[in-house]
C-alpha cells in the first residue's frame, strides 16, 4: 500500500499540472455558431377559370372570318363550351419553374369579309337598229359563319429573382423576377360557312318596229354551304418578366408580361397578367383565392395546300381561381 500512494499522488500532481494547458487550448468560451437555414423547396398549384373573350381574325383554307364576342356572347351563342386550366410553379430560393396550361373547346359565330349589294347596269343591244334594252341588276350577298375552335396552350419555363426589397423573405417585399419559356400553341379550327345570294334583275325591252315593249324582273336566290377545317400547331420561344409584392398580411400582387415569338414560331405574341391573391376562411377552411385579368395577343399564318391558315387575334378576359400551397 505504501509503494502505491507515492505514485498516486505523483500521477494527481502531473494531471493538475497539464490541466491548465489544455484548458488553454479550449480559450476563454467556444462561440455559438448559428446554423444555416434550410431554404426548403415551395410549391403551388392553381386551378382556375379564364373567362375570354375574343377579338380580332381567324382563317381556314382562305376563308377568313372576323370575331368580335365578348364571353358572355360566346357563353350566350355557343353551342359547344369546355375549358381546364392550371398553373403550377415550384421555388426553391431565387430559382423557381413553372408551367402554365389551357384547354378549351369554343363554338360561336363569326363574321365574313364579303362586299355586298353590287349592281350593274347597261344596255347589251345597243349595235341593233330601232332597239332600246336595259338590264338593272342587283346581286345581295350574306354569310354567316359557324366556328368550331378547340386550343391547347402550354408554357413552361424558368424563373429568376434579380432584385428583392423589403424584409427578407418574410411578410412585406417586393422581388422582380425574370422569365423564360417556351409556349406550344396547338388549333384545332373547324369553319363552317353559309353562304346566300340573291340576284335580282330587271330588264326592259322596246322594239320600235314591232310597236312591242317588254318589262320583266327575275329573281333567284342560292345557297351555298362550305366546311373548311384545318390544324396549326407551333412552338414560340418566350421572354418576360415578373413582379411580386407580398404584402404584411400575406395577400400577394402579381404583374407579369412577356413577348414571343419573333418570327421562330408565329410572327409575334405579347402576354399581360395581372393577379391578386388573397385569404378566405370557408367552411372552416383558409382558401388562398385568385382574381385577376389576362390578355394573351398571337399572330400567325401558314401557306397550306388550300391557301392560307392563320390567326390574328387577342384572347382575353377575368381570371377566377384557388392556390393551394405547400
Not at 104 to 111: K, M, N, T, V, Y
Not at 277 to 303: C, K, P
Request: one cysteine or more.
Amino acid at each position: 500500500m505504501r509503494l502505491y500512494r507515492p505514485v498516486f499522488v505523483l500521477a494527481c500532481g502531473i494531471f493538475a499540472a497539464a490541466s491548465p494547458a489544455f484548458s488553454a487550448d479550449l480559450g476563454p468560451g467556444a462561440a455559438y455558431v448559428e446554423p444555416v437555414p434550410i431554404d426548403p423547396w415551395k410549391f403551388s398549384f392553381t386551378p382556375y377559370g379564364w373567362l375570354t373573350g375574343i377579338n380580332g381574325n381567324v382563317t381556314a383554307r382562305g376563308h377568313t372570318v372576323d370575331v368580335d364576342e365578348s364571353f358572355i356572347e360566346i357563353a350566350e351563342k355557343s353551342d359547344s363550351f369546355a375549358a381546364l386550366m392550371g398553373y403550377f410553379e415550384a421555388r426553391k430560393g431565387r430559382f423557381g419553374f413553372f408551367t402554365d396550361a389551357v384547354w378549351a373547346d369554343l363554338g360561336f359565330p363569326g363574321h365574313v369579309n364579303y362586299d355586298i349589294n353590287r349592281s350593274v347596269s347597261g344596255n347589251p343591244f345597243a349595235r341593233l337598229p330601232d332597239f332600246k334594252g336595259t338590264i338593272k341588276g342587283n346581286l345581295d350577298i350574306n354569310a354567316n359563319a359557324q366556328l368550331d375552335y378547340q386550343e391547347t396552350i402550354i408554357q413552361s419555363g424558368v424563373a429568376f429573382e434579380i432584385a428583392k426589397w423589403g424584409n427578407g423573405s418574410g411578410p412585406g417585399y417586393t422581388a422582380l423576377d425574370i422569365l423564360g419559356s417556351a409556349r406550344y400553341w396547338s388549333q384545332d379550327v373547324d369553319l363552317s360557312l353559309r353562304i346566300d345570294g340573291k340576284l335580282t334583275a330587271d330588264i326592259e325591252a322596246d322594239f320600235k318596229r314591232l310597236g312591242l315593249k317588254l318589262k320583266r324582273k327575275v329573281s333567284d336566290s342560292r345557297s351555298v354551304l362550305v366546311a373548311r377545317s384545318n390544324d396549326l400547331e407551333w412552338v414560340d420561344p418566350v421572354v418576360g418578366a415578373r413582379m411580386r409584392h407580398v404584402t404584411s398580411s400575406g395577400s400577394e400582387f402579381n404583374l407579369e408580361g412577356d413577348v414571343g415569338g419573333f418570327g421562330a414560331g408565329s410572327e409575334f405574341s405579347w402576354q399581360a397578367v395581372a393577379t391578386y391573391g388573397f385569404d378566405v376562411n370557408a367552411f372552416g377552411t383558409t382558401i388562398r383565392s385568385v382574381v385577376g385579368y389576362r390578355a394573351l395577343y398571337v399572330d400567325y399564318s401558314e401557306i397550306g395546300q388550300h391557301g392560307r391558315d392563320g390567326l390574328d387575334w387577342v384572347q382575353h378576359g377575368p381570371v377566377l381561381g384557388a392556390a393551394f400551397r405547400w
